[in-house]
């Protein structure tokens, strides 16, 4: 399936994986983007170095074309900023505010530039600023998300921007991306879908637990802090839930979570980690390779549209 994003980033299907902290490292970039899609790493808080090293590892194992997600909340951000031009990924994802300090940087380097956005006035903001394409992701991601869902936020963001736009959030399969597609998306971003890949280096209990979630098992922590974040339901949620309904103050509620995500990840700590998925966690029943999957969700995805 040919899009404009297919035609931006150079890829064979128009299906980006997200770049989640501690999740998207070299493996499983290099294995998205071998496979046809377009693999992301997720910069996260780790140093340009760290990065420097992820994205040479991604180089040594596929030529495709593949980029880097970074969050510019970051004390490295400025670092990081510098490394893609140095190293040459061909486009960065952003997140976590505003990328229109590094724009004119990454511009004249050729990198292609794809904000975050979970609002139309954010999008039209980025596509003034010089945003190859926006990715528009709704509130039934995992990880940090905004307020609106992705059937209400895409279709508006379609219609305000003339860039393409990325559908993300609340898509595990070929019906998913087809209706991403039918509301004006021009590629669709996953991210649970990928953790419970055969290449995703999380620990194997985060992907059974993936693997094994209900279509109710997704809580949000944080709405009170204004730092809304969606994972799967563990001790840590209810602890954390419990808190916040007593008033806590952002310190104490922060320091629950602290270095939790790592302890889910690495650790395969289920109930004291915080194990960050979209709602669609429900619908992934198996763990595939990252080209099965991308093959099967694309015929599924053109039989739905009438392409095949």
Not at 76 to 105: D, I, Q
Not at 201 to 217: E, F, G, M, S, T
Not at 247 to 269: H, M
Request: aromatic share 4%.
């Amino acid at each position: 399936m040919k899009t404009r994003v297919t035609d931006l980033l150079g890829i064979r299907y128009p299906i980006i994986q997200g770049g989640m902290a501690w999740v998207a490292e070299n493996h499983l970039a290099a294995a998205v983007s071998e496979a046809g899609g377009f693999g992301l790493l997720g910069a996260a808080s780790a140093p340009a170095e760290v990065i420097r090293r992820e994205i040479r590892a991604v180089k040594a194992q596929t030529d495709r074309p593949f980029g880097v997600n970074i969050m510019l909340l970051s004390p490295y951000a400025e670092e990081v900023a510098h490394v893609v031009v140095e190293e040459g990924v061909t486009a960065v994802t952003t997140g976590a505010g505003s990328p229109e300090k590094y724009m004119k940087l990454w511009k004249d380097a050729g990198i292609k530039v794809i904000p975050v956005v979970a609002s139309v006035a954010l999008a039209k903001r980025m596509e003034r600023c010089g945003a190859d394409a926006v990715v528009a992701e709704g509130m039934e991601s995992g990880g940090h998300i905004g307020s609106l869902t992705t059937m209400a936020l895409l279709p508006q963001v379609v219609d305000a921007v003339e860039i393409p736009v990325i559908g993300a959030g609340g898509i595990a399969d070929g019906r998913g991306a087809a209706a991403a597609f039918v509301l004006g998306a021009e590629a669709v971003q996953m991210g649970t879908r990928f953790v419970a890949t055969k290449e995703s280096v999380v620990h194997q209990n985060y992907k059974d637990r993936i693997l094994n979630a209900r279509d109710i098992d997704s809580a949000v922590t944080g709405m009170s802090t204004g730092h809304p974040v969606r994972c799967l339901r563990n001790q840590m949620t209810r602890e954390y839930l419990k808190k916040e309904k007593e008033g806590a103050s952002f310190e104490e509620l922060e320091q629950l979570t602290l270095g939790s995500l790592r302890k889910a990840v690495q650790e395969g700590d289920m109930e004291a980690g915080t194990v960050m998925a979209g709602q669609i966690a429900g619908m992934v029943s198996k763990e595939q390779t990252c080209q099965e999957m991308i093959e099967e969700m694309m015929e599924q995805a053109e039989k739905l549209l009438g392409r095949k």
